[in-house]
């Protein structure tokens, strides 16, 4: 089961600063990046997040006609290991392992 706030989530520039942030039933997180169209597309990004999600647990439960390979399967089961927390998440900063 996910601990993550439910969705849904959304992308919205502020209007004081022009800052991207991503808002969600119970929080607002401010997005900071190098420049306004990276923070965008992260902010876009991180807003889709539980959505991506659902759908890939959808389709990695197979209740659908469509076919996925072994591969893509495992692919799936990965992604969703890794955004539940149930798989070491390796920080691009020094590749530290940690489970979160």
Known sequence: MSKHTPGPWAATQTPNDGRWAVLGPA???PMFAVSPVTSEA???LIAA???LLDALKWLAR???EWS???QAIAFMERAIAKAEGLSPFV??????SQSY
């Open 27 to 29: 929080f607002a997180l």
């Open 42 to 44: 992260n902010a876009r």
């Open 49 to 51: 997040a539980p959505d």
């Open 62 to 64: 197979g209740e659908h």
């Open 68 to 70: 996925a390979p072994p």
């Open 91 to 96: 920080s691009p900063v020094g590749g530290s």
